[in-house]
């Protein structure tokens, strides 16, 4: 049986044929441009594939209550032409099969939890920071919804001392996304962070909100394990630079063994590396198949 997955991002939308067992067997990415002319390009790859089910984890803000007249759409955003786009209206014209919808770090979360670095926990946590910052969680085995969805990557952090950029997020300025996202970090120090050494201020600084931000969701949701993905965590040495701020921003305060020798196997890459989303919709896919 195959089944059908869309990880769509602001930049492009991976799509990929896998299998229930969450083995991808062909994937393509196409440019995030329009909605009509990306999600054409994306059904034409389905077309005649012989998916059983399709799963969707995309960018946001978007509406995943299903008792909801906007069910499937995305809501407010600052890509152009996306915001209020039915995206599961414009699915079901090509294909008349199951399809599972939901953010794309609630997808990567929940590949994560089912094929990755949080395999067999109940509760575990996936942070991306890329062109935006965006956070899924589980907890207690399920993926977590309310009104909307969590938009984790939107809090208010305090403001390093060193630090006096402005913001980067059009809707609240200088909130985790705004401080520490991929285009924050190149516009504060106006060149690409490739670019930039591992010894420059910025990954203090960056290190320092993430850490902040990762310390807030432990006092909330104490996760069993976190999971860092997306662009700028492909900097390696960020890693250990953040455990040491969650150590700090705590204080002590949570009593438990992972927080004084073991944080290395708390707060960790992705297993299924740049596969989180599109495993995570393959996920999401199987979840509708048996709905």
Request: glycine fraction near 12%; aromatic fraction near 8%; hydrophobic fraction near 40%.
């Amino acid at each position: 049986m195959l089944l059908g997955a869309i990880e769509g991002g602001g930049t492009k939308f991976v799509c990929g044929i896998g299998t229930t067992d969450g083995q991808i067997v062909e994937r393509i990415s196409i440019p995030t441009t329009t909605p009509e002319a990306t999600l054409d390009q994306a059904m034409s790859f389905f077309a005649n594939k012989g998916i059983a089910a399709l799963g969707i984890g995309t960018f946001g803000p978007i509406d995943v209550n299903p008792q909801s007249p906007a069910y499937g759409s995305v809501t407010s955003t600052p890509k152009p032409h996306w915001s209020g786009y039915r995206i599961l209206d414009h699915v079901q014209r090509f294909m008349d099969i199951p399809v599972g919808f939901d953010t794309d770090v609630n997808a990567a979360a929940l590949g994560e939890s089912v094929w990755g670095a949080a395999k067999g926990l109940r509760n575990c946590l996936y942070m991306t920071v890329g062109t935006g910052i965006g956070v899924g969680a589980i907890v207690e085995g399920n993926l977590v919804h309310g009104l909307l969805h969590p938009e984790m990557g939107h809090i208010v952090v305090k403001r390093h001392l060193l630090d006096s950029y402005a913001g980067n997020c059009p809707f609240h300025g200088d909130c985790l996304e705004g401080m520490a996202s991929g285009p924050a970090v190149e516009k504060r120090w106006e060149t690409q962070a490739v670019q930039l050494d591992a010894a420059h201020t910025a990954w203090e600084l960056e290190s320092f909100y993430i850490g902040q931000a990762l310390a807030t969701y432990i006092l909330i949701l104490s996760p069993e394990v976190i999971i860092l993905g997306g662009g700028i965590m492909n900097q390696a040495h960020l890693f250990p630079r953040i455990r040491e701020h969650v150590k700090s921003h705590l204080n002590r305060y949570v009593q438990h063994p992972v927080f004084s020798t073991d944080l290395e196997t708390y707060i960790v890459p992705p297993a299924l590396a740049g596969n989180a989303g599109l495993c995570g919709a393959l996920a999401l896919a199987k979840e509708a198949l048996i709905r």
